[in-house]
Every structure is written in structure tokens, then in C-alpha cells.
């Protein structure tokens, strides 16, 4: 066997890797979605039990210079949750915190970051149940959510052919708030349009009350962290499929066209621009117009087809895209 690095590889093969190297797991009849998905769901009595895994670490998915420490905390929690909204019709109950922490870190700063959990927390009815810490070299947190649902799981891998795609709200910004804080820092005269970005990036909002109204409507779902392109990609993947994305389509925020005017930038930044936590999903036909009545900012963004590639359109003109986004090996 051949020993490769795992940039070579790079994280969805690393985690296809993992998934082969468990198959057999599959075998178990209470699992609902199992390695790969968003969250893990196993049927217990009449409910499907979720249990997702994230971590933000220091200078990676943070940097203390940009964001307090509550902000943090929040974050933290909103990343998770919106993996658990993910799955569908499912409530967040319990968070575990792990805590990696250099030794001279400050009491007020950890103080201040468990704000920001218990906040967070506080907002969807959520117990903080337990957790671990231990000395890293820079502080890393490893957050476990336990989610509880009675309705059918929503998996990626259920999108068929005909089904629109469609999407929560608008793309970019996460992505062009951090562009502006690594182009600026924080002693930058920010506008009141590049702060709503920079909010987007620092202060991310799981969309669980959206997944809530329209999961048993849906035919797979996901949530968009690592760019539309990514999830767009794994919805067609997972359901042995292809799809056509015109890109004109794509919903963008008005403060992401007044900050970067050219149409390029902001395709760019909404396609490949990471963490902004909205839910990408497919749906019949006949069901789009009754979404829209439940989550009035919804917009279809393309559709499902048989070709297992995915296309990208322009004013009607296929485009050839090249991926261009944060790659984490």
C-alpha cells in the first residue's frame, strides 16, 4: 500500500478513506446516516438521535485579533447546530466542549469565551453537558452536539433527477468579510456594509428554524461551510446524480455588491467563499412554491439531473469552473 500524505488526498478523500475503512458499520440497523453525512443519526424507540462533531482552531478557522472571545463561543456553537439543522427536523439538546488550551491562556478570556457558549446555548434550549480539556500549543475547540428528532432524517443522498435546487439566503459574505479583515486587520474605518460582512464571518447563524419548516418536503439537504461549490458537488455525488447551476441565479447580499462591484468577484466569492452556514437542498417541482411560502428568502439556484456531472451557467452559456476555495490539507 502506497503511503501518501493526506494533501495529496485532501479532506472529503480523507473522510471517504475513514467511511471504506468502516463499511462494515453499515450493517447496523439503527443507523439512519452514518459516516460522511452532516451528523450521525441512529433510531432509538420512536426518535432518531443526531450527534455532530466540529472543531475551530486557533489561526485556522479564528484569530484572537479579529473576534472576542464570546464571539468565539458563539461561533463555535452556531457551526455545530447548523450541522444538526442539516439533518432535517431535529432539536439540539446537549453540547460537549473540549477544550485545547496553551497554558498561558487568561481566566478572562475563557470566561468571556463560555459566555459565548452558554449564549448560544441559551438561544436554542440547550444543556451544556460536559467536555474535557487539555494543554495545545494553540487553543483549540472540539464541540459535540446530541440532536433529537421524530420526523425523517434528511440525508444528501436523495436528490433525484427533475428536483430543483434551492437554497436559504444570500452567498459571499462569510467569505468577503474575511477577505476584508486579512486585506485591512481591525484598525480599519470599516463601512456600515463591509461590518455586515465582517458580522458574517465572526458571527454565523445556523439556519435550524429554515430546516425545521421545509425538511419533510425535501429530498436530500446539506449546509454550505465549505462553499456552494463543495455542496453542490456532494448533493449530486451522494445521490449518484448531476446537476445545472445557473449562476446568475445565485442569491448574493446587496453589501457584498456595494464592497466588490465586479460580477466575477462575487460569483467568485459566493461559489467558493467558505462558512456561510446557509442550507443547500432539493425539492420536487410541485413542492417549490409551497417553500417559498414557509421560508420567504428561499431561491432555486439550478436543478437535478441523470449526467453525474455538474454544470455551471451563465446568461444562459456553460461556464467552466475551476475550483478556487480554502482547502484544509
Given at each position: 500500500m502506497k503511503n501518501t500524505d493526506i494533501s495529496s488526498i485532501g479532506e472529503f478523500g480523507l473522510i471517504d478513506m475513514i467511511k471504506n475503512q468502516f463499511a462494515d458499520s453499515k450493517d447496523n440497523k439503527n443507523i439512519v446516516a452514518g459516516i460522511g453525512d452532516d451528523s450521525f443519526c441512529f433510531k432509538s424507540g420512536k426518535n432518531n438521535i443526531c450527534i455532530t462533531k466540529d472543531m475551530l482552531v486557533e489561526d485556522v478557522h479564528f484569530k484572537k485579533d479579529w473576534t472576542t472571545p464570546q464571539e468565539i463561543g458563539r461561533k463555535s456553537i452556531e457551526v455545530n447546530v447548523s450541522d444538526i439543522a442539516a439533518m432535517g427536523n431535529v432539536k439540539p439538546e446537549y453540547a460537549f466542549i473540549g477544550l485545547g488550551l496553551p497554558p498561558k491562556t487568561s481566566e478572562i478570556f475563557i470566561k468571556n469565551l463560555y459566555k459565548g457558549f452558554k449564549k448560544a446555548c441559551d438561544k436554542y434550549e440547550m444543556a451544556i453537558a460536559g467536555g474535557n480539556t487539555v494543554k495545545a500549543d494553540k487553543i483549540t475547540i472540539s464541540i459535540t452536539i446530541v440532536g433529537i428528532g421524530k420526523e425523517k432524517v434528511i440525508k444528501r443522498n436523495g436528490a433525484g433527477s427533475g428536483d430543483l435546487i434551492g437554497v436559504t439566503d444570500t452567498?459571499?459574505?462569510?467569505?468577503?468579510?474575511?477577505?476584508?479583515?486579512?486585506?485591512?486587520?481591525?484598525?480599519?474605518?470599516?463601512?456600515?456594509?463591509?461590518?455586515?460582512?465582517?458580522?458574517?464571518?465572526?458571527?454565523?447563524?445556523?439556519?435550524?428554524?429554515?430546516?425545521?419548516?421545509?425538511?419533510?418536503?425535501?429530498?436530500?439537504?446539506?449546509?454550505?461551510?465549505?462553499?456552494l461549490y463543495i455542496s453542490v458537488d456532494l448533493l449530486a455525488k451522494d445521490s449518484g446524480k448531476g446537476a445545472e447551476i445557473y449562476m446568475d441565479k445565485i442569491p448574493v447580499s446587496s453589501s457584498l455588491k456595494k464592497v466588490f462591484?465586479?460580477?466575477?468577484?462575487?460569483?467568485?466569492?459566493?461559489?467558493?467563499?467558505?462558512?456561510?452556514?446557509?442550507?443547500?437542498?432539493?425539492?420536487?417541482?410541485?413542492?417549490?412554491?409551497?417553500?417559498?411560502?414557509?421560508?420567504?428568502?428561499?431561491?432555486?439556484?439550478?436543478?437535478?439531473?441523470?449526467?453525474?456531472?455538474?454544470?455551471?451557467?451563465?446568461?444562459?452559456?456553460?461556464?467552466?469552473?475551476?475550483?478556487?476555495?480554502?482547502?484544509h490539507f
Open positions: 452567498f459571499g459574505n462569510a467569505g468577503a468579510g474575511l477577505a476584508l479583515l486579512y486585506k485591512y486587520g481591525t484598525k480599519h474605518k470599516y463601512n456600515k456594509y463591509e461590518h455586515f460582512l465582517i458580522s458574517k464571518q465572526n458571527n454565523p447563524k445556523a439556519r435550524l428554524k429554515e430546516a425545521q419548516k421545509i425538511s419533510k418536503h425535501l429530498t436530500s439537504l446539506t449546509d454550505v461551510s465549505d462553499g462591484r465586479e460580477d466575477k468577484k462575487q460569483l467568485d466569492l459566493a461559489l467558493f467563499g467558505a462558512e456561510d452556514y446557509e442550507l443547500i437542498f432539493t425539492v420536487p417541482h410541485s413542492k417549490a412554491k409551497l417553500l417559498k411560502k414557509l421560508v420567504p428568502h428561499i431561491s432555486y439556484i439550478g436543478k437535478i439531473d441523470s449526467s453525474e456531472k455538474v454544470k455551471y451557467f451563465y446568461d444562459g452559456k456553460e461556464q467552466k469552473i475551476k475550483y478556487s476555495g480554502y482547502k
